[in-house]
C-alpha cells in the first residue's frame, strides 16, 4: 500500500488521506490475525484497532471487542484472562464506558483485584464528565480495604490520573494515605500555578503557623524557579524572611527539605545559599547531589566544595563526584579526569569515566573511546561504548558503527543500533535501513523499524508505511500500524480541534 518518497514527484505533499488511515487500519487487522488465536497479544492488538476505529465505524469497534472478549474469557490461564479483559476494558473506556465499566465489575466479581487492571482505566474515567459515577461503583466493587488502597494510589501516580487526583483522593478511606495525598495535591497547586505572587500568598490553603509558611514560600519560590517568573527575587526575600521567623532549627529544616532539593535543580545557587540551614543527613546529601552537577557549569569550584563535604555517607559523596565529574567534561576534561581519580569507590569511580566519556563523545570522541579503552570489566565496557556509540553516530555515522566492531555483546550492540536507526530516519531513511540491516535477530530489526515509523509518521508517512510493511513478525507489525495510524489520529484531532 505504501507509495515510495523516491516515486513520488518532487514537491508533492505526502498527504495523508482517509482512505490511506483506513487501509492502515486494515493493516493492523491482517497482523493481528496472523498472531496465534490462543495469544493475548491478538487479542491486545485487536482492542486497540478497535479503539482506533471506534470515532468512525464504531460497529466494527463493537465487533472488534466483543471478539476479544468472547476470546479472553475462554483463555486457560487466569492471569493471562485478566490481563486481556483489562487491555479491553480500558481500549474500550473512552468510545464504550459501558462496556468498560461492566468488564471491570465482572473482573472484580472473578476476584481479579490487581493494580494494573483498574489503575489506567480509574484514571481514565475520572477525567469524563460521566465517568466519575462509573470509577465510584468500581472502587466500591473492590472489597478488599488494601487492594482498594494501593489501586487508588496507583491510578494517582497514572499519567492520566495525574491530573485527575482531586476527583480520585475522595474515593480513599480516612488515614495517613488519604491525607498525604490531600496534602501534596494543595501543594502542587501553590507551586504549580502561574499566578502573581500576591495571589499565591492570599491563597486560602497557603499555611499561616512559621514552620509551615516557610515551607510554601520554599515552594512557590520553586515553582516561580521552573518557570522563571520574573517575581522570584521577590519570592526568595520572602524566604529569607519567613527563614528568621522561625527560631528552632530542626523545624526550619524540615520545612526546608523539600523546597530546597527541588530548587536544587532549577535554581543552583539559592538552593547553594539555603543549604546550611538544612540538618538532615539525608536531605543534606540529596541536595549536595544535585548541586554538584547543576552547578558545574556555573561554579566548578563551589559545586566540587559542595561534593566533597558530604561526610556523612561516602557513597553518596562518590555519587556526587561522578555527577560532577561528568557534568564538568566539556568545560574542562582534565579537572573532570582528576575529581574522578578522587572517588573512593572502584565501581564509582568508573561510572565517573563513563559519565566524562559521555560528556565528550561529541566533541573529542578519541579521548572518550581511550578513557572507555581503560575499563577492565568488559560488560562495563561494553555498557560505555554503547552509550559512546550512539552519541557518536548521530555525528559522525561511520565511526559509530566501528565503535559497534568493538562491542562483545551482539545484544548490546543490537540496542544502540536500534537507537542509530530511530535517530537517523527522520533526515535519511536510507542510512537508518542500512543500520537496520545490520542488526543480529530479526526480531530486533522488527522492532528497530517500529522505532522508525515513530519518526517517521509526520515527516514522510510513505517511508513510515514502508518501514512498517517491512515488519516480518506480525505481532510487532501490527504494533508498528497502531503506532502509525494512532499518531495519523491525534494529528487530525489537532488539526479540527
Known amino acids: 500500500m505504501s507509495t515510495s518518497s523516491a516515486d513520488r514527484t518532487v514537491g508533492t505533499p505526502d498527504v ?38 471506534a470515532p468512525s465505524d464504531p460497529g466494527r469497534a463493537a465487533a472488534l471487542w466483543d471478539e476479544s472478549e468472547q476470546a479472553a474469557l475462554s483463555l486457560a490461564d487466569e492471569g493471562a484472562r485478566a490481563t486481556c479483559l483489562a487491555g479491553i476494558a480500558r481500549s474500550a473506556c473512552r468510545h464504550d464506558a459501558e462496556r468498560a465499566e461492566r468488564i471491570a465489575l465482572q473482573m472484580l466479581a472473578f476476584g481479579w483485584t490487581g493494580p494494573s487492571g483498574y489503575t489506567g482505566l480509574l484514571a481514565t474515567f475520572a477525567g469524563q464528565p460521566d465517568g466519575v459515577a462509573r470509577a465510584a461503583r468500581i472502587v466500591a466493587g473492590i472489597a478488599d480495604s488494601a487492594a482498594r488502597e494501593e489501586i487508588l494510589q496507583d491510578a494517582m501516580h497514572d ?25 501534596q495535591i494543595a501543594e502542587a497547586k501553590l507551586w504549580s500555578s502561574p499566578q502573581p505572587l500576591a495571589t499565591l500568598l492570599s491563597r486560602p490553603g497557603i499555611a499561616t503557623d512559621p514552620a ?39 523545624a526550619r529544616s524540615a520545612a526546608l527539605d523539600e523546597p530546597v532539593f527541588r530548587l536544587a535543580g532549577v535554581a543552583p545557587e539559592a538552593a547553594a545559599r539555603l543549604l546550611p540551614h538544612l540538618r538532615d543527613p539525608h536531605s543534606i546529601c540529596a ?35 561522578a555527577e560532577l565529574a561528568g557534568g564538568l567534561a566539556c568545560f574542562d576534561p582534565d579537572r573532570a579526569e582528576m575529581i574522578v581519580a578522587r572517588i ?8 565517573g569515566v563513563v559519565r566524562v566519556a559521555t560528556a ?15 575499563i577492565d570489566d568488559v560488560a562495563v565496557r561494553d ?3 554503547s552509550g559512546l556509540l550512539w552519541r557518536c553516530a548521530r555525528q559522525d555515522l561511520k565511526r559509530g558503527l566501528q565503535i559497534a566492531e568493538s562491542i562483545s555483546d551482539p545484544e548490546k550492540t543490537d540496542f544502540a543500533l536500534e537507537d542509530v536507526a530511530s535517530y537517523l530516519a527522520e533526515t535519511d531513511a536510507a542510512a537508518a535501513e542500512q543500520v ?62
Open 16 to 53: 495523508v488521506t482517509t482512505e490511506r488511515i483506513s487501509a492502515a487500519l486494515d493493516e493492523i487487522e491482517r497482523a493481528a490475525r496472523e498472531i496465534a488465536e490462543d495469544s493475548g497479544e491478538r487479542l491486545k492488538k485487536l482492542s486497540l484497532l478497535a479503539e482506533c476505529v
Open 159 to 183: 499519567p492520566q490520573g495525574f491530573g485527575v487526583r482531586e476527583v480520585l483522593v475522595d474515593f480513599m478511606p480516612p488515614g495517613e494515605a488519604r491525607t498525604q495525598w490531600l496534602r
Open 212 to 250: 509551615g509558611r516557610l515551607h510554601d514560600l520554599g515552594m512557590i519560590a520553586f515553582g516561580m524557579a521552573d518557570r522563571r517568573d520574573p517575581e522570584l527575587s521577590q519570592a526568595l526575600e520572602l524566604l529569607d524572611q519567613a527563614i528568621d521567623a522561625v527560631g528552632d532549627a530542626d
Open 287 to 321: 541536595v549536595s547531589q544535585v548541586l554538584a552537577e547543576t552547578l558545574a557549569p556555573l561554579d566548578p569550584d563551589r559545586a566540587e566544595q559542595i561534593a566533597l563535604g558530604i561526610d556523612y555517607d561516602a557513597a553518596q559523596r562518590d555519587y556526587a563526584l
Open 344 to 351: 573512593a569507590d572502584p565501581e564509582m569511580r568508573i561510572d
Open 360 to 374: 565528550l563523545v561529541g566533541i573529542d570522541p578519541d579521548r572518550a573511546q581511550r578513557l572507555v579503552a581503560g
Open 383 to 385: 555498557d560505555a561504548l
Open 436 to 497: 537496520i540491516a545490520m542488526l543480529s535477530k530479526p526480531e530486533r530489526a522488527d522492532w528497530a523499524r517500529c522505532l522508525c515509523v515513530d519518526d517517521l509518521a509526520l515527516t514522510d508517512p510513505s517511508a513510515a508505511e514502508r518501514f512498517a510493511a517491512a515488519v516480518s513478525d506480525p505481532a510487532i507489525r501490527a504494533e508498528a500500524w497502531l503506532r502509525l495510524v494512532r499518531v495519523w489520529l491525534e494529528e487530525r484531532g489537532r488539526a479540527t480541534a
